[in-house]
């Protein structure tokens, strides 16, 4: 019994040791650009960053100012539309063109929307491809204007979110600066909540934040607000359609993926190029209610295995380690999680239990591992405010999401090795 104890004593504080290593400053070893081969190797990072790296060898794109439109889809968002064109209007470096692409819209987004100072491009007939159906029929129409520039990008945002007033300044730099930059991402946020539910997705994006800014680029372009390259694009549409490098299609979206943005992430990288981003936050809604966030991830989860299953021996060998053992991570942890909730009980019914004699130092360890836990917790929330801070330091909330989160992961998993379809819903 003595034994079995100590054995789940190891397993909960190795668990936590892994979980603070995800927010400190550490020594490690990623897969990032050499701009003098051009190639991806292997090098050694301290707090994601490499400490030898010839970045005198990066070869600027240009030294004069990109031409930047800024396309937004939308889907009945007269609520948030006029927020999300202005948070761009009021940019410091304006961008030379906002336009809204309400498509399947049965409310007053168009009219919002140009209230708000956009243009508006209107996207006629039944949508079936969604958003990215409604960017291709914007990229394909404004092809023409973005080619005039010697020069371009197309800042892509979603239609209920906010961007802070320096992203496309210090986009459109890091995009200048190196002419390997496909796109620059924005690290989302969750918008403010009233609910429990809306609270801890703004923990978890908040978390998520803290890990993205230690690394030189995202895992994922994300789909709430990046500055991508036209040129980029246009390479994309065209390796699309030879279908050699990635996976074919005729768009410069893949408009059958469930997960457009991780998708031409894929498609950035297998090509050669790398996606930075700027430590600025873009503000984005939360899911008020289970079923929106069960849709929502199970979409996410299922679009992203479907996705690496669709690119297969596409994908460069350092892509398929990084975004593969990305997926086993979670695979397992939606297995071990449950294992280690039972111990993590079974550890405190026996210490609380008159029958067994524990050693005072293994305690004392043990409750020292828990409070650095809880710690971590509660600081990489505290930006958020005290709200989130007492939920961290509940503890429980937190570890049901975690369970919460995994479930649905299950969920997107099982429906995966069926092979089964689901149906888009729009959260």
Known sequence: MILLVQLCSIFINVGIILHVFK????FG??????????????????????????????????????????????WNEEASIRSSVESILNQTRRPDKVIVVPNNTTDKTALQAIYGGASVLWMAGKNDKKKAGALNFALNNLTEELDSYPYSAVMVMDADTIVDDDFLEKAEKKMMKNK??????SIFTGRNSNSLLGTLQQMEFSRFRLQIKKRLEVFVLSGTASLISWSALKKIKEARIEGKLIPKGEGFYDVDSMTEDNELTLALLTLGYT???VHVKSVTDVMENGKSLYHQRKRWYLGALQNLQMYGRKMPRWMKRIYWFQQIGIFFASIITPVLLFMFIFYITLILSQGVSFDSADLIV????????????????WDLGWKARITALCYFPDLFYGILLLSYYASAFWTFIRKQEIKWIQT
């Open 23 to 26: 927010f400190i400053h550490f």
């Open 29 to 74: 070893i990623k897969y990032l650009m050499n701009f003098k081969t051009k190639k991806r190797e292997v090098k050694l990072t301290f707090s994601g960053k490499p400490i030898f790296s010839p970045e005198e060898y990066q070869i600027p794109l240009t030294d004069n100012p990109l031409h930047i439109v800024v396309l937004i889809p939308a």
């Open 180 to 185: 390997l930059v496909g796109g620059v991402s």
């Open 275 to 277: 996606i930075p981003h």
């Open 366 to 381: 043990s409750f020292g591992m828990f409070c650095l836990y809880i710690l971590i917790q509660v600081m990489t929330v």
